[in-house]
């Protein structure tokens, strides 16, 4: 952080901002202007300072109060360096390999579910998604079937071999989901649900975080920061699209937003190209582009009978779609020099 006095600010409130740095713990580092001072603050990370700005700013004499590295600290690649990877059993995420998470929206029934699960495995899938807990923008539609649909979707994880992802939207249902779920998904909605990003972050679990599709890059980060700072390093970042004016598709894919938080950022992206374009018409071209741009997978939903599903249909795509889709992944994950899980 630095401080930047007024032109001719006079020495006696430069050293009032001298103390008051030195009375927060810092090193102050003066920067002797001709026209103003520059006072920089040593010693800790910007993450530290960031509430101090005010403080400073309200000072006499104080022009301008600039952060000058990132405000969140654990998921910088300035504090680590090396990307993270992180391993769900024998999948990882975040390694040369690119994860592909693919599954229903929504467990709807045993059938439904076993059928999606049977399809993906076969097609090369890495892990198998299926909310049971829903976050719907009507609360008239279906809602999802709860435990129990994490019961069966736990069965299906087993009869398949694929570690599995499923929502949660409620700190009481966290365990049990977690007791047996591989990786907790925190929806959307649910991007700035500070409380429960610090219960999945007392759980060790991995946890994939979707971005809000109102909020920046930053504040991504920033949420992401709320569940390590509980001691959960296992954040897996998902970008799925954001508000933007355009409404030929449900969002917009920020494909942006990949090489950017590879940039600023060690964790693991992925894109979920599904909930971006709302039709399966554009989904594996979108999920294409993403892979290019350097996410470490993607996600997809799938329905053995999309015509039929309780939510999501109109985005999800059928199994022979999927298997091709797989295969041009392969080609692009060639072509930028990364890998595909081969199926077992
Ligand atoms: C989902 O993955 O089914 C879902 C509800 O996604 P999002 O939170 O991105 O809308
Ligand atoms: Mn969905």
Redesign the pocket.
């Known amino acids: 952080m630095v401080i930047i006095m007024q032109a001719g600010a006079p020495d006696s409130e430069v050293e009032t901002v001298i103390a008051a740095v030195e009375r927060a713990g810092f090193r102050p580092y003066i920067n002797p202007g001709v026209e103003r001072k520059v006072i920089a603050l040593l010693g800790a990370l910007d993450a530290e300072k960031a509430e101090l700005v005010d403080h400073f700013f309200a000072l006499p004499g104080v022009e301008r109060v600039t952060l000058i590295s990132e405000p969140y600290k654990l998921a910088s690649r300035r504090s680590h360096p090396d990307s993270t990877v992180i391993d769900v059993g024998r999948v990882s995420i975040g390694g040369h390999r690119l994860t592909i998470v693919a599954g229903p929206?929504?467990i709807e029934s045993r059938d439904q579910l076993f059928a999606a699960a049977q399809a993906v495995k076969e097609a090369g899938a890495n892990l198998l998604?299926g909310?049971a807990f829903?976050?719907r923008t009507s609360p008239y539609s279906f809602q999802g079937l709860g435990a129990a649909g994490i019961e069966l979707l736990a069965e299906a994880g087993r009869m398949t071999g694929l570690p599995t992802v499923s929502?949660v939207v409620d700190p009481g249902d966290l365990d049990v989901i977690a007791e047996h779920v591989d990786v907790i998904?925190i929806?959307?909605?649910?991007m700035q649900n500070f409380r429960l990003l610090q219960e999945v972050g007392r759980i060790g679990k991995p946890v994939i975080l979707?971005r809000n599709p109102g909020c920046r890059v930053q504040e991504l980060l920033m949420a992401s920061e709320y569940i390590m700072l509980e001691g959960n390093p296992n954040v897996v970042l998902?970008e799925?699209?954001i508000t933007s004016f355009e409404n030929a598709t449900r969002y917009t894919l920020d494909l942006n937003a990949i090489p950017v938080i590879k940039r600023f950022s060690h964790l693991p992206v992925i894109a979920?190209p599904?909930?971006a374009a709302g039709d399966w018409r554009y989904v594996s071209a979108i999920a294409l582009g993403a892979v290019a741009a350097g996410a470490d997978g993607v996600?997809i939903?799938v329905h053995p009978d999309p015509s039929v599903a309780l939510?999501?249909g109109p985005q999800s795509l059928r199994p022979e779609k999927f298997r091709e889709l797989m295969q041009s992944l392969g080609q692009v994950a060639a072509a930028v020099g990364r890998g595909i899980a081969q199926a077992e």
């Open positions: 929206c929504s998604r909310g829903k976050p929502e998904q929806g959307a909605r649910n979707k998902c799925r699209g979920d599904s909930h996600m939903e939510s999501d």
